[in-house]
């Protein structure tokens, strides 16, 4: 055992040798040192297991020493125990409050009682050590606990939003009983609308589902021989109609011969949907998403790129987590729940494959590489307000002007539409600034927003709106929690209404506001 001897005095220093040597169950080793100058570095070079401390130094004190031993981890690290000829209590007070070990009277000092000494103060040193990490272990856990709380919150809250703003239109459409004047062109746009996001509603709940089925271990594959190429085919025409609309190429490299993979032809195509959606999502309008596939010994590689926004540089993998999406930023101005490429990977693992995302050597955008078994060379086989049924009149309405904004689309043509019907004059904008600008450059009688908007919430809008051109103001949100109807209404809404909305509440509102 290795002992630092720091004491000015040559014969004290003699008496804890002879002392120490007597004992038989240990040997001890000792380095010796008589001033705090210098003593800091034998210690680092030495490493002791304890250290003896004189009080009184030539040229200092044993406190002045242990304060800068903390520098190198403090008597936490290197057990003290503090010598002096005194016994004065008060300085063993003032020693162990500055971290010492022990304290011990050179008067009373005997081989068996020093030894003790010793080595209780190592065991305490380690005990403290072992608290202290444990501690921080605590706080790790604590603050990943917290963060992983308030991540299932945002899912949460984000859930509701995504499960509610699909239904909005559609209800909006179908609670629409007088169809007077309606063309068979409108019938087509109505219907048509409402299958798409019934869809992508079964699509939301189906995410969630299939994401318990992960959690719980009950996920089932069921494999057959599949041609890839077929089944990439079919993922890429689910995303078509919002692919064409942003005017983005969708170019295929695919091997010239044909693939077979044995795998469940579904799941192959929810993963490959999944990579689509997303590549579509996150790349702009005019931009190209590449789908590549090439033979690799018994696997296949399956490449989609983008020239979208790429992936966060300091962790990409994080994308695969449940629930997250890189940012608050990227969520509001994308919307999602952040549960696609984590039931992805889930998928691609259950068939024994792997997944990898990276952001594109030559340029802007994200790379996802999705290697698969190959299979045998066979034929493929084939809470919200009371509605009420009161309605504002056309002549009522005639002439107000209503201020919409709303970044889901469907959501605002059906609205802007219905109200139009019913003599409203409406102008439509999808992002905060485009309602300021139109707010800026026409008069409005009346404002009706979503909350949720790509480039600022609607709560800011509203609060922009009050300090510049006040109306009365109506909110529309897939979030309903009491709370969120109080940030509203602090915010200058005279109405939250919640997704969902019943074209009927939002009439009963307008006649309110318009009188």
């Known amino acids: 055992m290795r002992i630092f001897l720091l004491d000015d005095n040559d014969i004290d220093r003699e008496a804890c040798r002879r002392s120490l040597a007597r004992v038989e169950v240990v040997a001890y080793e000792f380095v010796e040192h008589n001033s705090v100058d210098g003593a800091l570095d034998r210690v680092r070079e030495w490493d002791p297991h304890c250290i003896l401390l004189d009080y009184h130094l030539h040229d200092g004190t044993g406190l002045q020493f242990l304060e800068s031993l903390s520098e190198i ?249 449940a629930f997250e999406q890189g940012s608050s930023e990227v969520t509001r101005k994308f919307g999602g729940l952040g549960l696609g490429l984590a039931i992805s990977k889930a998928l691609v693992t259950a068939h024994g494959g792997t997944i990898q995302a990276a952001n594109r050597a030559e340029g802007s955008g994200a790379v996802f590489r999705v290697r698969l078994p190959l299979g045998q060379s066979q034929p493929p086989q084939t809470s919200q307000p009371r509605s009420t049924s009161r309605s504002v009149s056309p002549a009522a309405a005639k002439g107000a002007s209503i201020l919409l904004v709303e970044d889901h689309a469907d959501s605002a043509s059906v609205l802007s539409r219905m109200l139009a019907s019913r003599g409203f004059h409406v102008q439509v904008a999808s992002t905060a600034g485009q309602a300021l600008d139109l707010a800026a ?25 009050s300090t510049t051109t006040p109306l009365p103001a109506i909110a529309l949100s897939g979030y309903g929690m009491e709370s969120d109807v109080q940030r509203s209404l602090a915010a200058g809404f005279r109405y939250h209404l919640t997704k969902p909305v019943d074209f009927q509440q939002v009439l009963s509102a307008l006649q309110d506001l318009l009188g």
Not at 441 to 465: Q, R, Y
């Open 441 to 465: 450059a026409h008069s409005f009688d009346c404002l009706i927003s979503d909350l949720g908007l790509p480039d600022a919430s609607g709560l800011e809008l509203m609060k922009t709106l």
């Open 73 to 321: 981890g403090g008597p936490r690290r290197y057990p003290v125990v503090m010598l002096t000829g005194t016994g004065n209590e008060q300085i063993a007070v003032e020693v162990m409050k500055t971290g010492a070990q022990d304290y011990l009277s050179k008067e009373s000092l005997n081989p068996e009682l020093l030894h003790r000494t010793i080595e209780a103060a190592i065991y305490r040193a380690r005990t403290e050590r072992l608290l202290e990490e444990q501690r921080i272990e605590m706080a790790r856990l604590y603050l990943e606990a917290q963060d992983a709380n308030t991540r299932k919150d945002q899912f949460l809250a984000n859930l509701s939003h995504e499960l509610r703003t699909p239904l909005t239109p559609v209800l909006t459409a179908v609670s629409q009983t007088d169809f007077t004047g309606v063309t068979n062109q409108d019938f087509i746009e109505t219907f048509a609308m409402i299958r798409r996001n019934i869809e992508l509603e079964a699509r939301l709940i189906d995410d969630m589902l299939d994401l318990t089925r992960i959690s719980t271990g009950k996920l089932q594959i069921h494999a057959r021989t599949i041609d890839l190429h077929e089944v990439l085919h079919y993922a890429a025409e689910a995303c078509e109609s919002e692919r064409e609309a942003k005017h983005i190429r969708l170019e295929w490299r695919l091997a010239q011969e044909r693939i077979l993979l044995s795998a469940d032809a579904g799941r192959v195509q929810q993963v490959f949907w999944n990579l689509f959606k997303n590549a579509v999502k996150f790349t702009p309008s005019g931009g190209v998403i590449t789908v590549t596939t090439r033979r690799d010994g018994g696997e296949v590689q399956i490449e989609v790129a983008d020239t979208g926004i790429g992936l966060p540089v300091d962790n990409a993998e994080k994308i695969f987590d």
